[in-house]
RNA sequence: GCCCCGAUCGUCUAGUCCGGUCUAGGACACAGGCUUUUCAAGCCUGCAACAUGGGUUCGAAUCCCAUUCGGGGUACCA
């Protein structure tokens, strides 16, 4: 079998959107298990609505993702010509003719042979049916010069010698035209694979209501460029059994375009994000610290206050209670500024209490004899301050959360005094002492 | 309206092509429990589906038809 070669042609109108990245996706995927070859192409034909931005922007969301490409990127905007070429071939054999529209000006159109039954052989649906008489004629050249959609992308997929057009379900009333045009022009029809279109939430097509549709932001909430990939392909395809967490080459090399379901899928932002948790929680330490790096400082804190290391450490021990890298800023706070932001209902049941007092008075006490934090004496010794006092554990451990972190929620408490350091955990401690 | 696509737990899906092994499996979510130094995480358990009606067949989630319900298209947008 010759190599397949597979595009993604996306018109560059918006951001990514997520639908578009999976087709995006099943695309590469597809070329990169049969060793095939991905073109890129900008359809921006649509002068009016394409911008460079979009482009741009699609490029980015791509590029993040891991989705490359092997050729192009192409824009049909400089192939022109090439188009007048072929209309001009239709027009000379009869094909196509001159329509004049006393407002727009005149365009091209290729006129639909009639009483034609025209057979598709999707990849996915099996065969599919249609008569020429629904079709309809095909306008090529619109009056301002540029192409149609379904006339540049015939040219093109048939001059890019692309094999397998992979595409969105919403294209396949398309179909029909483009295969009377391959045939018209006497060039061969590539194979079609159609998938089934994202849904939002609600079942009703993907769109903004439905929250955060494009690749980007979810780049910027913190999800994670393998999480998100993941996710995906998932989404339509499934390897036929029940793995799920896999890497981008157990993807590929289990991708196959035969087991892409018919139906079209829900968007799962739980799921999503469930996946993005477990690929938080594997990221090696110094690699997740990057990721939380812009969200710390984009929250104000000063990073050269803190060796890298100490850093380092707070985001690692943060990793299992984030889903999403963005909530590393919000949660590590304690850390990182000086006043502690005391939650009201949390000192009111923990600290303003005789009894919470009375524990953070003892364990001042034993601290003050201390001049090293060190989980294993340090941890005798609140055990010791809970047996004395006829506690549970925890009758010491959260006064001292609350007094340090401001909240009755954080890491466990060793590591958290180890990381906020000996004195300013005496700070903290006579300062809540102090609270009324 | 017309043309086209689709239909398994709330959601993503396995199973459908090659009917019996399906009293329908997994995952997310949800509920309960265990663990525990809080919250998470982790582990265990539970809840929960073959859209409906007709066929075909000894036997149908699986094949056929109809209905219903979703979705797409119907542009000199892509």
């Known amino acids: ?52 931005e979009s482009t741009k922007a699609i490029f980015e969301s791509l590029n993040w993702l891991g989705i490359t490409h092997d050729e192009g990127p192409y824009y049909q905007s400089e192939r022109r010509d090439l188009y007048k070429q072929y209309a001009q071939k239709l027009l ?10 006393p407002a727009k000006g005149r365009a091209v159109v290729f006129k639909m042979p009639e009483g034609k039954s025209i057979r598709m052989d999707d990849l996915i649906h099996g065969v599919i049916k249609f008569e020429s008489k629904f079709v309809g004629d095909i306008v090529l050249i619109k009056s301002d010069g540029f192409p149609t959609y379904n006339f540049a992308c015939v040219i093109d997929d048939s001059e890019m010698g692309i ?29 079609f694979a159609h998938i089934p279109l994202i849904m939002g939430e609600d079942g009703s097509r993907l769109s903004k209501r439905h929250g955060h549709t494009s690749v980007g932001e979810y780049k910027d909430l913190g999800y994670l460029p393998e999480a998100v990939f993941n996710f995906l392909s998932l989404l339509g395809w499934s390897p036929g059994d029940d793995t799920e967490i ?34 938080i929680k594997h990221k090696p330490a110094e690699d997740l610290f990057g990721l939380a790096e812009p969200y710390l400082t984009k929250a104000g804190y000063d990073l050269s206050r803190f060796p890298k290391e100490k850093l380092v450490r707070l985001v690692d021990l943060y990793r299992e209670r984030i889903k999403v890298v963005s909530e590393i800023a ?3 706070r304690f850390f990182f500024e000086d006043a502690v932001n005391y939650q009201p209902e949390a000192v009111d049941k923990f600290i303003k209490t005789t009894e919470g007092k009375a524990v953070l008075g003892a364990v001042q006490d034993e601290l003050a004899k201390i001049t090293k934090l060190e989980h294993e004496p340090l941890e005798n010794l609140l055990r010791s301050i809970a047996e004395s006092k006829g506690l549970k554990f925890q009758g010491v451990a959260q006064p001292l959360r609350v007094a340090l972190t401001g909240s009755s929620v954080s890491p466990p408490i060793f590591e958290t005094m180890e990381l906020i350091g000996l004195e300013k955990v005496k700070g903290r401690i006579k300062e809540a002492i102090a609270l009324k």
Do not use: C
């Open 163 to 191: 094999t397998h057009v992979i595409r969105g379900d919403d294209h396949i009333s398309n179909t029909p035209k483009q295969i009377a045009l391959y045939e018209a022009l006497g060039k061969p029809v590539p194979k």
């Open 246 to 279: 896999m890497t981008k080459d157990e993807i590929i090399k289990r991708f196959t375009i035969e087991r892409v379901k018919d139906k079209s899928a829900q968007f799962n932002l739980k799921k999503l994000t469930w996946m993005n948790s477990h690929y």
């Open 1 to 52: 079998m010759d190599k397949v070669r597979v595009r993604f042609a996306p018109s560059p109108t918006g951001y990514l959107h997520i639908g578009g990245a999976r087709t995006a996706l099943y695309n590469y995927l597809f070329a990169r298990h049969l060793n095939g070859t991905l073109v890129l192409r900008i359809e921006d034909t649509d002068h009016v609505r394409s911008t460079d």
């Open 330 to 332: 919000g949660i590590t």
């Open 92 to 101: 000379d054999e009869g094909k196509a003719v001159y329509q004049d529209d």
